[in-house]
């Protein structure tokens, strides 16, 4: 990249021309082949949520995440209903395009129009949604909003630095590992140390492109065996 400096000499960043705040992600379903992902309803979706995080038997899901688990039914809907109100949060059901089932939710969170950054968050795909192409798909629509509709700088994805599978599926992604935060927080009681991982606008239209190929239905074999890894689509050299 090219180096700028001020009248002084001293480096400083790069123009951005004509930039100007950008909007809030609509409040609108995005759709894809696999999925459908909306704005959560609790009224709606809730019980299908709930039915479908039941499947993970052992309370996997919920490890580094900073609710859950749930006692039952009436707990879950509550706390759903509370994640709705948080301040700059937007919370999404991923809707199987099979079964027609809410089978697991995500956020736009952190969201700086100014700057053109936003965070997904809150991630928690039930067993009915994991290493399935429709929890792909998903994080792709969700990119696509923020990045070909709304035109923002920079998509931010943070786990528990302990949460290897996190860490993995951002990497697969294609989001570039950025560093440790340490004692970022107390979650649960516990210490948290927060990795954090980023796109970039200009590496968007690579990564757009990767997830075009692999989400190809020719990418799948009759038994529905990917032919090629995203995680290879989406590697720098």
Known sequence: MTEHVNHLGQPIGFPVDGWTARDRPAQT???????RVEPV???RHARDLYAANSEDRDGRMWTYLPWGPYAGFEDYLAGLKTGLLRDNFITCAVI??????AVGVASYLNINQAAGSIEVGGIAYSPLLQRKP???EAMFLMMRRV???L?????????NALNAPSRAAAQRYGFR???IFRQADVVKGRNRDTAWFSITDSEWPAIKAAFER????ANFDGDGEQRESLSTLTRRE
């Open 29 to 35: 379903p995005m759709i894809g082949r696999y999925c």
């Open 41 to 43: 309803d609790p009224e």
């Open 96 to 101: 199987d395009a099979r079964s027609g089932m």
């Open 134 to 136: 429709a929890g792909t």
């Open 147 to 149: 990045f070909d509709e």
């Open 151 to 159: 035109g923002y700088r920079r998509y931010e994805w943070k786990c």
């Open 177 to 179: 590992f950025e560093g």
């Open 214 to 217: 692999w989400l190809d239905p």
